[in-house]
């Protein structure tokens, strides 16, 4: 054999011996492909939306936060801005685009930097939906073969879909609809030529374009797109020019989670997760019609706040926020200034008997003695409550001739619930857990269990009624004493004024709140009957069997109480509360929709009519006559626990049933004279 034929030779061995390689390494690289045509079936995690029943978004939760969007639905120039930045080739490639590849290396060095990315949009899909993101030679071949099978199972018009559905954009949101949400606060439909081409820029890095932190940055690719767009004669330079000049105009989305009504939409997504799971809520783009109307809610949120700060101002002034040198005010010195209507620090600059003066936002505000003199102790003036340096809250408003004045405040550590149903259905209209949702997630409205003190008091009495006392039956309001060996000593129960009034109607009784009348009729029935029927009205606490059931001992819940008394208004029956009006999946299949209850009749019509008048009584002439401003005809009962440590009102009209509590979350007074009429039913009133 010639030397020729033996170089010949060991040419075929080696390319022999590297094309089996190759093929063994391709047929490892290869084994276990996904099938590219599961891609039909596309289920991607999707939002689940919360409403209320006008309309009004109430809450997003999500896992990955996507809308689903359709193709056919989009702008021609936001399909194209997409191409323009990652494939323009797309509609002549069968997946994978050599010539591309070539271009952008080329167009990366040139900039020496990445610009834009060798990969089609098909391969972009194939990594994204059936490839791990790990960055190796194997994984780029799999990449490659899958993206040639993707184009033969699916259409183009399908990978667009998958593509722009898929991609992540930045700030939590997947896909082009979340994203024209997230910068812009409209659907992807709406989209201008310069916010689409600001968009398209960004899946290839989106942290590096963020437009809220890289501006810059985020301008800059813009210009890159609409000049890639340009280039493919896809827009005019007309169109081109004009849409690099526009401001990036953000509108900054905000979940609405925490503005509108953050304690229902918290508890409507515990229910969700009861119901349905959590996978299902976060991400099966459930969408749900609660029952809140958000009017209502709305003056639920406004009331309470006001009401909770009135009673807070009642209480004093508890002294500064903190304290700071004057001569060098940091960030008290500097913009943006405040806006009439907020509440913000200032630091105190001056203090004489004219008032204060306040350094916030970099504006020095006067401060008027008149806005002081609710935290100004009795004989002292302005220099005994503030000096300069101290850091105080401040409400902001506008002084009527084009400036500002501020009004000393302070955040109210005392807490309350607020809690509006339709009685005849039981649907919740409103739901207020506290003060702020963001100080205490904590939501009084259905986790606390407070002692409802004279609250209960017209149950008992609708128990006296139904064993065949009237309203007229007189009950002796005289002292009694009761020994038993479970108290540690003799119990001597006694009315709020620390009076007795002798012979009272029932009817007198409940209109003016009186303990010991309520003891002896507790007494007369039997405890053990009136327990049972609490619970025969819906009652849901732990009911001691002992009279102390007549001063209102059952700890209860405000949406617990409100579910009881909507007995009296619906003329008998009872009904529980209902959150939700309509849950549909993804494919608009209907999981649940509310349909107006029965309810449980629990009480004789005749029977809850006349507590119903004995509680306009105590509106027209008892505990609650705060109420009486209300104009209309309403029927309620105040409820206050010793020593002043819950305040409640219990309230309703013929068509809404509110129940307001005012508490401390430690259990310590309100203070004095703090009573259910005094604390919560001016609240009561100030919503409905």
């Known amino acids: 054999m010639g030397k020729t034929a033996r170089w010949c030779l060991a ?58 969007v359709q193709v056919e639905d989009l702008p021609d120039h936001v399909v194209r801005a997409f191409l323009a930045a990652e494939d323009s080739e797309f509609f002549s490639h069968e997946g994978v685009d050599l010539a591309g590849i070539v271009r952008a290396a080329w167009t990366n060095l040139r900039a020496g930097r990445v610009v834009q990315g060798g990969s089609t949009i098909t391969q972009q899909v194939a990594k994204s939906l059936l490839l791990s993101p790990e960055r190796s030679l194997r994984r780029k071949i799999r990449e490659a073969v899958l993206a ?143 029952a809140l109307d958000t009017r209502l809610q709305a003056a639920a949120q406004e009331a309470l706040r006001r009401g909770l700060e009135a009673v807070d101002r009642r209480g004093g002034f508890r002294g500064p926020v903190g304290h700071r040198d004057p001569d060098d005010p940091g960030p008290f010195g500097q913009g943006p200034a405040p806006a009439p209507g907020s509440r913000v620090q200032g630091l105190v600059v001056e203090v004489s008997e004219e008032g204060a003066a306040v350094l916030a936002g970099g504006l020095r505000i006067p401060m008027p003695a008149a806005s002081l003199r609710w935290a100004v102790p009795r004989g002292k003036g302005p220099g005994d409550l503030l000096r300069p340096g101290d850091v105080v809250w401040c409400d902001i408003e506008d002084d009527g001739s084009g400036g500002l004045a501020a009004h000393l405040a302070q955040e109210p550590e005392v807490e309350g619930a607020l809690v509006c149903l339709d009685p005849h259905t039981g649907e919740v209209l409103a739901l207020v857990g506290g003060y702020d949702f963001g ?51 003799k119990w001597k129960p006694h009315n709020y004024s620390k009076r007795f009034y002798g012979a009272t109607t029932l009817r007198e009784a409940l209109v003016r709140s009186r303990n010991v009348v309520t003891v002896k009729v507790l007494q007369d029935i039997g405890v053990g009957y009136g327990v049972s029927f609490l619970k025969r009205l819906g009652l849901r ?112 009209t013929p068509d809404l049933l509110a129940v307001v509590w005012v508490g401390y979350d430690d259990n310590r007074s309100l203070g004095r004279r703090e009573t259910g009429g005094r604390a919560a039913a001016p609240i009561w009133l100030a919503f409905m």
Do not use: C
């Not at 991609?167 to 024209?180: D, K, N, P, R, T």
């Not at 009237?470 to 108290?487: G, I, K």
């Not at 009584?617 to 401003?629: K, N």
């Open 148 to 290: 040639v099978r993707i184009e033969r199972d699916l259409t183009k018009d399908e990978i667009l879909r998958l593509y722009l559905n898929q991609i992540y954009l930045g700030h939590g949101a997947y896909g082009v609809e979340s994203a024209a949400e997230v910068y812009f606060g409209i659907s992807a439909k709406e989209l201008s030529l310069a916010q689409a081409a600001l968009l398209a820029g960004m899946p290839q890095a989106p942290s590096r374009y963020d437009p809220y932190r890289h501006p810059e940055r985020a301008l800059e690719r813009r210009r890159y797109v609409l000049g890639r767009m340009a280039e493919e004669g896809w827009i005019t330079p007309e169109a081109q020019a004009a849409a690099a000049e526009e401001p990036l105009a953000l509108a900054g989305y905000e979940n609405p989670f925490g503005r509108v009504a953050p304690h229902y939409a918290e508890y409507v997504r515990r229910l969700l997760v009861e119901r349905y799971g959590e996978t299902a809520v976060l991400r099966g783009g459930l969408t749900v019609v609660t």
């Open 439 to 489: 100080r205490s997630q904590f939501n009084r409205a259905v986790q606390a269990r407070r002692q409802p003190g004279s609250a209960l008091k017209p149950l008992l009495y609708t128990a006296a009624l139904a064993k065949g006392y009237t309203p007229a039956t007189l009950v002796y309001d005289t002292p009694v004493v009761f020994e038993s060996p479970d108290l540690p000593e």
């Open 11 to 68: 040419a075929a061995v080696v390319l022999g011996a590297l094309g089996g390689a190759a093929g063994l390494f391709l047929r490892q690289v290869l084994a276990d492909l996904p099938d590219a045509s599961s891609l039909r079936r596309y289920r991607p995690p999707l939002t689940t939306t919360v409403w209320s029943r006008d309309g009004v978004l109430l809450a997003e939760f999500y896992q990955e936060r996507r809308k689903l």
């Open 541 to 652: 606490a732990e009911i001691p069997a002992d009279l102390s059931v007549a001063l209102g001992s059952p700890a209860v819940s405000p949406l617990g109480l409100a579910a009881v008394y909507t007995a009296f208004p619906a003329g008998g029956v009872r009904h529980d509360p209902v959150f939700l009006l309509r849950v549909e999946d993804r494919d608009g299949n209907v999981l649940e929709a509310f349909e107006e209850p029965a309810g449980d009749p629990v009480l004789d019509p005749a029977l809850a009519y006349v507590v119903t008048d004995m509680m306009r009584g105590v509106v027209r002439e008892g505990t609650g006559r705060a109420v009486r401003a209300l104009g209309r005809p309403a029927a309620g009962k105040t409820g206050t626990t010793n020593d002043y440590r819950d305040a409640w009102f219990v309230g309703f």
